[in-house]
């Protein structure tokens, strides 16, 4: 079998049940990755086993560092450190103008944003020591152009947006030949997640150099 862009590059993705986890899981694998998918249902991950043969699955709540840490040891001792991290804990939620935004609904969005500061805290070794490091959220136009209806939401999302861009400093001075940090902006996924995949598994192509840091939308394609 002819070489893949991706043979020997170990990939964790971070909530990995949705449907663009799933795009994401599937074009990682079919480059060559060795894919590991993380959720916290197991029904939902053994769903992913069987539509993405080759993916290994681990049930983890990423918003729990003990279980981060723990999810990081089991990784080195079986598989190796990682090369890539994309991650993709997220979820909406809205409300009826700025006094319409809940408690309960923050602490659902904070919880998501959680997810990224552990996975990012425990694995940073791991990017920065790798010889291709890559990290990649999606972000949302929100961030830029924020609504009262949903101002948890593009806060939440703005400080992942910042996290990640910070982590893209670390890179910058730890690792500048090898490492990247990225963020995906889009309006909405659905339609999208092929897409994100491909562009994804494109991260190990570019330089890093040019790559870190930055902000990287994604559109439908127009068909006129
Ligand atoms: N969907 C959109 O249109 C859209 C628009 C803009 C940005 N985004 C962003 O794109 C990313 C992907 O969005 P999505 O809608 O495809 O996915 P999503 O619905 O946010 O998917 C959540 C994924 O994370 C897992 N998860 C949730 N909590 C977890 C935890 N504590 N520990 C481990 N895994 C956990 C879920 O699996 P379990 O339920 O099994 O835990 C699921 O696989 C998110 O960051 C989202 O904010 C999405």
Sequence with gaps: MSRRPLDGRLVLVAGATSTSGEAVARALSAAGASVH???????ALEALRDSVPGVTTHRCDLADLDAVTALAAELHETAGPVDGLVHLVGGWRGGGGIAGQSDEDWEFLD???RTLRNTTRVFDADLVASPAGRLAIVSSTAVDSPTAGAANYAAAKAAA???VRSVAQGFRKQAPQTAAAVVFVVR??????????DQVVRLW?????ALNGT??????????
């Design 111 to 113: 919880r998501g944003f």
């Design 205 to 209: 192509d570019g330089a890093p150099g």
């Design 37 to 43: 998918a993380v959720g916290t249902r197991a029904d």
């Design 215 to 224: 902000r990287i939308p994604l559109e439908p394609v127009s068909l006129g």
């Design 188 to 197: 909405t996924l659905a339609g999208l997640e092929q897409q994100l995949g």
């Design 161 to 163: 947006d910042a996290w």
